[in-house]
C-alpha cells in the first residue's frame, strides 16, 4: 500500500469520527495537554489503547518530541492504515485489550508514564474494563496518568437527553453532520483494490461483534479509584464528551 493511500484513508477516518464527535481535533489537544504534564521533558512512554489508525498516536508523537508512543488495537486494517501513516517514534502492536495479558503478550512490560484512549473503550463489557483499569493501575509509574477521551454518559435520564442535543447542535454547527458516515467509511474502503489484503486480514470477532459498556463517567471514575488509581474526575467535558483523567 502507497503511503499516499493509507494518509487518504485516515484523513477519511478522522472526517468520519468528528461527524460523531465534532470536538475531537480540541478533545485530542486536551489529551496532549494532559500527558505533556505527566511526561514531563525527559523521554517518556505513552501507550494509545485502541488506538485505531494512531490518529491519537501519531498527534502525541509530533506535539511530545520525547516521547515514543505504543499503539494498541485489535483490528489489523486498521494498524495497517496507521503503520504506514505514522512515524518513527510510533509503535502499533495487535492485541484485545479484553485480554489482561495484552501487555505481556506484547512486550509492553512498563513503567509507562501515560496511558491514553480516545473513542475506544466503550467497547469492553464492564468486567473486562475494570480488569483493564487494574492492568493500568499495577503498569502505570507512580504519578503517571490514564487519559480516556470518550462519549460517557452522565448518569441522568434528563441530562443525557440533554448532552445528546448539545452534540446535534454542535455538530450541526460545525457542519461535521454532513460528513461520511461509519457504515460508509467502511463499505467504501472495501471497494478499494489496494486495501484488498488489509481487508482479508481484518479480524471479524471483537470487532465485528462489539457492544456498548454504557458506564457513566461516574462509573468509569468509580472503577478506576477501585483499580488502583489515587484520583479520577474529568477536566474537559461538552455534554457527554469527556476526557476522565485516572493518577497513580
Ligand atoms: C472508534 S475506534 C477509535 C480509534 C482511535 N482511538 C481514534 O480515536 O481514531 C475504536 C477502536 O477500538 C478498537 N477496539 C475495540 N475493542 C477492542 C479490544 N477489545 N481490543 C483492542 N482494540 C479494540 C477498535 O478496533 C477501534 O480501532
Redesign the pocket.
Known amino acids: 500500500m502507497q503511503v499516499a493511500t493509507a494518509q487518504r484513508w485516515v484523513q477519511r477516518?478522522d472526517a468520519q469520527?468528528e461527524r460523531y464527535i465534532p470536538d475531537r481535533e480540541e478533545r485530542f489537544r486536551v489529551v496532549i495537554d494532559v500527558a505533556r504534564a505527566a511526561v514531563g521533558t525527559g523521554a517518556a512512554s505513552v501507550v494509545?489503547l485502541?488506538?485505531?489508525?494512531g490518529?491519537?498516536s501519531a498527534r502525541i508523537a509530533a506535539a511530545l518530541p520525547r516521547v515514543n508512543v505504543v499503539g494498541?488495537?485489535?483490528?489489523p486494517l486498521?494498524l495497517g492504515l496507521g503503520a504506514a501513516n505514522t512515524g518513527p517514534r510510533v509503535t502499533l502492536v495487535e492485541?484485545?485489550?479484553?485480554y489482561p495479558s495484552w501487555p505481556d503478550r506484547t512486550g509492553l512490560v512498563g513503567p509507562w508514564d501515560a496511558a491514553v484512549?480516545?473513542?475506544?473503550l466503550h467497547?469492553?463489557d464492564p468486567d473486562s474494563l475494570a480488569a483493564l483499569y487494574r492492568t493500568l493501575a499495577e503498569r502505570l509509574r507512580p504519578g503517571g496518568v490514564f487519559v480516556n477521551a470518550d462519549n460517557m454518559g452522565l448518569g441522568a435520564s434528563t441530562l443525557d437527553a440533554i448532552a445528546d442535543g448539545v452534540r446535534e447542535a454542535r455538530t450541526a454547527r460545525v457542519g461535521s453532520d454532513r460528513n461520511e458516515d461509519w457504515a460508509e467509511w467502511w463499505q467504501a474502503l472495501r471497494e478499494d483494490d489496494e486495501l484488498a489484503p488489509l481487508v482479508a486480514a481484518r479480524s471479524d470477532s471483537?470487532?465485528a461483534n462489539?457492544t456498548e459498556n454504557e458506564l457513566t463517567v461516574h462509573e468509569h471514575a468509580d472503577l478506576l479509584r477501585a483499580a488502583g488509581f489515587a484520583e479520577a474526575g474529568p477536566v474537559w467535558q461538552f455534554g457527554d464528551d469527556h476526557v476522565l483523567v485516572g493518577v497513580r
Open positions: 477516518w469520527q494509545d485502541g488506538c485505531g489508525p490518529s491519537l494498541v488495537d485489535a483490528d486498521l492485541a484485545d485489550l479484553g484512549s480516545s473513542t475506544a467497547w469492553l471483537a470487532i462489539h
